[in-house]
Structures are given as C-alpha cells and as structure tokens.
C-alpha cells in the first residue's frame, strides 16, 4: 500500500521561509514523477512544482512560472522523499499543499493524471 505524508507547514509571516517534506512508502514504489500542488479556499488545484527520476543521483525539475526563484524541489530517491522549499513567501501562497506522485509519465501541471496524493499541509503566510 502507498502513503505519501506530508509535514513541514504552518504559520509564517510574510518574506519567510518554510520547508516541506513528503514521505512515499511502500515496498515497491519507485515513483517516476514527485510533484507539489496547492489549494487555496475556493480555488482550483494547481501546479506549484514537480521533478522526474532521471537516475538514482538525478532528476530534472519544473516550476509554475509564478513560482520561479522563490520555491526550489528537491528530491531524495533513494529514500522516495520530495522536499519543497520556499522563501520570500506571499500572503498569496496561503494554501493547503499537497504531494502527489505517479510511476509512469504524466502531464505533471495536470492533478488528475497522478495516482498518488499526500493528505496535505497547510501552510498560512500572515501580514
């Protein structure tokens, strides 16, 4: 059984910096793609930042272009763990962020083709 879980929000003020982690397991799992969404209340899902295995040292990395220069991904193969990191963080971030993951190729800005979800973190960026 798979489990992406999430840890790493919370509060913060504006032009701070926060770190978020997610976890996969299960026995066989070699994730392809690891990616982070977020939602804001009364919002659609949307694509903050995704990487794809290359080998067990690399992978290549992608951003939503609001997101560029502000939040790096990171990933850990070896122990099938994503990392976001973001500084300089807006009002406007305030969202619960999720993980989510796929085995195969995917159109990663797309939610819908991931098979696997985190159950979220929420992070609050306060004036």
């Known amino acids: 059984q798979v489990q992406l879980v999430e840890s790493g929000g919370g509060l913060v003020r504006a032009g701070g910096s926060l770190r978020l982690s997610c976890a996969a397991s299960?026995?066989?799992?070699?994730?392809?793609?690891m990616s982070w969404f977020r939602q804001a209340p009364g919002k659609e899902r949307e694509f903050v930042a995704a990487?794809?295995?290359?080998?067990?040292?690399?992978?290549?990395?992608y951003y939503a272009d609001s997101m560029k220069g502000r939040f790096t991904i990171s990933r850990d193969n070896a122990k099938n763990t994503v990392y976001l990191e973001m500084n300089s963080l807006k009002i406007e971030d305030t969202a619960v962020y999720y993980c989510?993951?796929?085995?195969?190729?995917?159109?990663?800005?797309?939610?819908?083709?991931?098979?696997?979800w985190g159950q979220g973190t929420q992070v609050t960026v306060s004036s």
């Open positions: 989510a993951a796929h085995t195969g190729s995917v159109q990663y800005r797309t939610p819908s083709g991931y098979g696997y």
């Open positions: 299960g026995r066989t799992f070699s994730p392809y793609v």
């Open positions: 990487t794809t295995f290359i080998t067990r040292s690399g992978y290549s990395t």
